[in-house]
T-cell receptor, first 110, second 114 residues
Framework: SQQGEEDPQALSIQEGENATMNCSYK?????LQWYRQNSGRGLVHLIL?????REKHSGRLRVTLDTSKKSSSLLITASRAADTASYFC??????????FGAGTTVTVRA | EAQVTQNPRYLITVTGKKLTVTCSQN?????MSWYRQDPGLGLRQIYY???????DKGDVPEGYKVSRKEKRNFPLILESPSPNQTSLYFC?????????????FGPGTRLTVT
């Protein structure tokens, strides 16, 4: 069953703006990961945040995790055309499986 | 170069004709997994393997088989494909220190069953 659900389903922003997407999940987790997928290609790992962490940064990416609300957010700052992609959250719920959400499609307009 | 390879990349077949999609990784990863991706449903896990000869069902295992005889290979077998197995399939691998960490994905196999 799908653990994570991303919100919004789709997002359109101007180049240079920030993009924020959210992920909610249902059960306790060991870690939460974010992936990017460019049109029909394989997913690429962006960042992993452990259940005992609240915030993590990687370049223009900022991820937060609120385990009390069972939610996470991914912020992409100063977006570029190359950030146009689908973004997925995935959770490791201590069951040796990684459960993905349906994704957020981000379009960055020039 | 560290990578996960899948073959074939595209496959059109007919209902009932057995097929195998191969997956190989060169990173000495313990954990390997198969996913299918369908519009609006995201990725759903089919089977996973935590090491050689250790496999388990994911969320949508019906109609699929896997084997893990070697650490680097994890083939996906469709014994009798049906049209509802038309999908985009991804193989992935990761190290596995007891937890599922960063997954490396293959390029995908687009399967059409008519």
């Amino acid at each position: 069953s799908q653990q994570g659900e991303e919100d919004p389903q789709a997002l359109s922003i101007q180049e240079g703006e920030n993009a924020t997407m959210n992920c909610s999940y249902k059960t306790s987790i060991n870690n939460l990961q974010w992936y990017r997928q460019n049109s029909g290609r394989g997913l690429v790992h962006l960042i992993l945040i452990r259940s005992n962490e609240r915030e993590k940064h990687s370049g223009r990416l900022r991820v937060t995790l609120d385990t009390s609300k069972k939610s996470s957010s991914l912020l992409i700052t100063a977006s570029r055309a190359a950030d146009t992609a689908s973004y997925f959250c995935a959770t490791d719920a201590n069951d040796y499986k990684l459960s993905f959400g349906a994704g957020t499609t981000v379009t960055v307009r020039a | 170069e560290a990578q996960v390879t899948q073959n074939p990349r595209y496959l059109i077949t007919v209902t009932g004709k057995k097929l195998t999609v191969t997956c190989s990784q060169n990173m000495n990863h313990e954990y390997m997994s198969w996913y299918r991706q369908d519009p609006g449903l995201g990725l759903r896990q089919i089977y996973y393997s935590m090491n050689v000869e250790v496999t388990d069902k994911g969320d949508v295992p019906e109609g699929y088989k896997v084997s893990r005889k070697e650490k680097r290979n994890f083939p996906l077998i469709l014994e009798s494909p049906s049209p509802n197995q038309t999908s985009l399939y991804f193989c992935a691998s990761s190290s596995f220190p007891g937890r599922v960490y960063e997954q490396y994905f293959g390029p995908g196999t687009r399967l059409t069953v008519t």
